[in-house]
């Protein structure tokens, strides 16, 4: 199986630009952006990232502001503030380095065991275990796992395989340079650090070969590339994968009842009321504390109601609504929460004044500046299409 899932990916891989790099800080932030990310999304992400913050320095001494914009729309948040405590401690007890051993990994703030063991394997090239849900769907698959994938003797089953594998491939002879090794590098960083290249240069320079992925990390890599292009959750593409005449649910033709489904979760409505308040031009917008849900990002003032609330206007106190028809709604979810969040336009009862106010005063080009939730990033943007329009209006 080993053998077989190296030769796979030697000729499958994707060209993702996270492969054309050896460098660990870099595969990091790729693994940290890929979880509940899908590549699509990532891929941009991670690039603007690494041209604002190559490397794990810079991350360290980036400012809570910047760290937070660049992350604006994946989610997720504490993934980044985790990461970004996680930089600080590489910058302080690592040389600027990402750990080279899997316990100082492990170590790390946010680091899981997925996690040190992707960039360890595929940095460092050491037998270190992945298990994320497309290794589990392929290993559940392929050896008949059943139980829930959470579950402890499911769970220690299926580390266990991935482990196994990992070790039987790194005694394997190298199956030849793999896709992805070849690969184009990027140019090599201008000094000025405004250009980032995806793949450390080589010692050579630019034009010089890069050196191949090791066993461990390509190993790893395939049973991932594996789970997202073939074994999928739905209608699974059984006749190209590697694995097939091996695969205990193909041959029990019992596909779909790997990995077992969880329970599903009863879906929770809930509803906020949003608060547009201009004066003078500037909005009013607000920061969330530090902790719970979407630390730290900016957002309009807002209240919850009642999914089935009437009276909108009489939920707002203090805040007074100057118009009952919405400027927007943006309907979202977070984990098992469907919220419907309406944005209307409002006033400040309080006097005018610095601190008045529940949050600050900032022009809509000022605001642009600032890391908002998505919700009320799409209010924003709503805002910002009047703003438009109003203007062409004018002119006509």
Not at 54 to 68: E, T
Not at 148 to 162: D, I, M, Q, T, V
Not at 242 to 250: D, E, G, T
Request: aromatic share 8%; glycine share 8%.
């Amino acid at each position: 199986m080993a053998r077989q899932l190296l030769e796979w990916f030697g000729q499958n891989a994707r060209d993702l630009p996270w492969r054309r790099t050896q460098d660990p800080y870099a595969i990091w932030m790729a693994e940290i952006m890929l979880q509940q990310t899908q590549v699509k999304t990532a891929t941009a992400y991670w690039q603007r990232w690494m041209r604002a913050l190559p490397d794990a320095r810079a991350f360290a001494r980036a400012k809570s502001a910047q760290v937070h914009k660049l992350w604006e729309g994946l989610g997720y948040y504490a993934r980044v503030r985790n990461a970004h405590a996680a930089a600080r401690v590489m910058a302080e007890k690592h040389g600027g380095e990402f750990p080279r051993t899997f316990a100082e990994a492990l170590a790390l703030p946010g680091v899981g065991r997925y996690t040190a063991g992707a960039v360890c394997s595929i940095a460092y090239n050491h037998p270190t275990a992945v298990l994320d849900g497309n290794v589990t769907r392929v290993l559940s698959r392929v050896f008949g796992v059943g139980g829930e994938p959470r579950g402890k003797k499911a769970n220690a089953r299926l580390w266990s395989l991935a482990e196994e594998l990992v070790s039987i491939a790194q005694g394997l002879p190298s199956p030849g340079p793999a896709k992805a090794d070849r690969f184009s590098p990027a140019p090599k960083p201008q000094k000025t650090g405004r250009i980032f290249s995806a793949a450390k240069a080589a010692p050579g320079g630019a034009d010089s070969e890069r050196p191949p992925r090791g066993n461990c990390g390509r190993l790893n890599e395939a049973l991932m590339e594996l789970g997202a292009l073939i074994c999928k959750p739905k209608q699974p593409a059984c006749p190209a994968c590697p694995l097939r005449r091996v695969c205990f649910a193909r041959a029990a033709n019992r596909v779909a009842e790997f990995p077992r489904a969880k329970a599903p979760v009863r879906a929770e409505r809930r509803r906020f009321l949003a608060f547009i308040v201009n004066r003078k031009g500037r909005l009013l917008a607000r920061q969330r504390p530090a902790g719970g849900v979407n630390a730290l990002l900016w957002e309009f003032p807002n209240v919850e109601i009642a999914p089935e609330e009437k009276n909108p206007a009489a939920a707002a106190a203090p805040f007074v609504l100057t118009a009952t028809k919405p400027v927007c709604r943006v309907r979202h979810s977070i984990m098992r929460h469907r919220i419907l969040l309406e944005a209307c336009r409002a006033r400040w009862p309080g006097p005018p004044g610095k601190g008045v106010a529940p949050g600050v005063w900032r022009t809509p080009a000022q605001l642009e500046r600032l890391a908002f939730t998505s919700a009320h990033r799409k209010v924003l943007a709503a805002l910002q299409d009047e703003i438009k329009l109003e203007k062409r209006t004018v002119r006509t």
